[in-house]
């Protein structure tokens, strides 16, 4: 079984900076692909950050500039940077991994239960 445990979330002032962190652990073979979603209130689920296994990134254009994704591979972890937050970053945020349990299971994607993110002064 594998799960995601997502930490970091919390209230900040407008400016603000917050350091997202989600750990995957249990039983994995290698996981591929990470990233962050979130969803707003009243929003749909939107796509913020992906990572590949080998570091390559991608962003949503709405916080580029600001957030940065990286990935520690011998911890399982990825970590989200989230700098000069808005109000509109408001969110619940999850994170997500493809993962492999073993070396002969398919490629399956995994998600955390979610952290809430709240910018408000």
């Known amino acids: 079984q594998v799960q995601l445990v997502e930490s970091g979330g919390g209230l900040v002032q407008p400016g603000g900076s917050l350091r997202l962190s989600c750990e995957a652990s249990?039983?994995?073979?290698?996981?591929?692909?990470m990233g962050w979603y979130r969803r707003g209130p009243g929003k749909q689920r939107e796509l913020v950050a992906t990572?590949?296994?080998?570091?390559?990134?991608n962003c949503a254009d709405s916080v580029k500039g600001r957030f940065t994704i990286s990935r520690d591979n011998a911890k399982n972890t990825v970590y989200l940077q989230m700098n000069s937050l808005t109000p509109e970053d408001t969110a619940v945020y999850y994170c997500d991994a493809d993962i492999y349990v073993s070396r002969y299971s398919v490629l399956s994607r995994y998600w955390g239960q979610g952290t809430q993110v709240t910018v408000s002064s």
């Open positions: 990572i590949t296994s080998g570091g390559s990134t």
């Open positions: 249990g039983s994995i073979f290698r996981i591929y692909a």
